[in-house]
């Protein structure tokens, strides 16, 4: 069994900030499926712009960051999507609506740009 350690390269700024985490990693294969995973990884030191690792395997390695805390939902992200879909959904119908009764104006395209609006609609 190898126990050694790896110091990795330096990480972005953005790890040093208090509500961060540095974890190290391992690409494990499990079920013919891939994951990360902190079995036999433990992060034992490192400075400002770099992170050392000891490992008792050999793999694929990475430090990855998590957020310590949860991302709240902001009510007003929520009310923009929904109106910006909605207006989306209704403009697309219209473009469909336009393109199906202007036989007049038929070529390919115009074929082809119905078909994107419904694909899109969809």
Same mark, same amino acid.
């Given at each position: 069994r190898w126990e050694g350690?790896? /110091?990795?390269? /330096?990480h972005a700024p953005q790890a040093l900030q208090e509500d961060r985490e540095l974890f190290c990693m391992s690409w494990q294969l499990k079920d013919s499926k891939g994951l990360w995973t902190s079995d036999g990884c433990t992060l034992i030191g490192g400075d400002n712009s770099s992170s050392i690792c000891s490992c008792n395997h050999f793999t694929s390695f990475a430090i990855l960051m998590a957020s310590r805390h949860e991302p709240q939902e902001s009510y007003t992200l929520k009310v923009v999507t929904y109106v910006g879909l909605s207006v989306s959904l209704l403009c697309l119908f219209l473009a469909i609506v336009t393109f199906l009764l202007c036989r007049s104006l038929w070529s390919v395209s115009v074929s082809l740009h119905l078909q994107l609006s419904i694909c899109l609609f969809v």
């Amino acid at each position: 069994r190898w126990e050694g350690a790896m /110091r990795t390269p /330096r990480h972005a700024p953005q790890a040093l900030q208090e509500d961060r985490e540095l974890f190290c990693m391992s690409w494990q294969l499990k079920d013919s499926k891939g994951l990360w995973t902190s079995d036999g990884c433990t992060l034992i030191g490192g400075d400002n712009s770099s992170s050392i690792c000891s490992c008792n395997h050999f793999t694929s390695f990475a430090i990855l960051m998590a957020s310590r805390h949860e991302p709240q939902e902001s009510y007003t992200l929520k009310v923009v999507t929904y109106v910006g879909l909605s207006v989306s959904l209704l403009c697309l119908f219209l473009a469909i609506v336009t393109f199906l009764l202007c036989r007049s104006l038929w070529s390919v395209s115009v074929s082809l740009h119905l078909q994107l609006s419904i694909c899109l609609f969809v």
